[in-house]
Every structure is written in structure tokens, then in C-alpha cells.
């Protein structure tokens, strides 16, 4: 299982269940220095999507 989140900077941020709270929060503290969301923020604003659009970490 998967998630997204489209933050409103536009990051499109899709990764597995067990990196996509950790995904989030970094993407936050590297480019909205200030904004700290709990995890039960994070998935209230995610979209379940599949597997298959996480892409490969490079
Ligand atoms: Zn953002």
C-alpha cells in the first residue's frame, strides 16, 4: 500500500506506507521550515494510491 500527497507547493510526495509520514515531514522541515504536522495530520490529508506510483528512490 501506498500514499500521496500533493502539498501545496505542488510536491507531488508518493511513497510506501512505512516512508510516507517520514517522506512528508521532510519534504516540510526542507522547504516549509516552521510547519510541523503529527502523522495523524499527514494521513488525514493523504490519498491511498497503488504501489505501482512510488517511484524507485535514486
Ligand atoms: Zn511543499
Redesign the pocket.
Known amino acids: 500500500m501506498a500514499y500521496q500527497l500533493i ?5 507531488n ?1 508518493t511513497s510506501l506506507n512505512d516512508e510516507f509520514v517520514d517522506d512528508v515531514q521532510a ?2 522541515s526542507a ?2 521550515p516552521g510547519r510541523n504536522y503529527s502523522a495523524n495530520d499527514i494521513m488525514s490529508m493523504a490519498m491511498e494510491v497503488s504501489d505501482k506510483l512510488v517511484k524507485p528512490k535514486s
Open positions: 502539498c501545496p507547493c505542488g510536491e510526495i519534504h516540510l522547504e516549509h
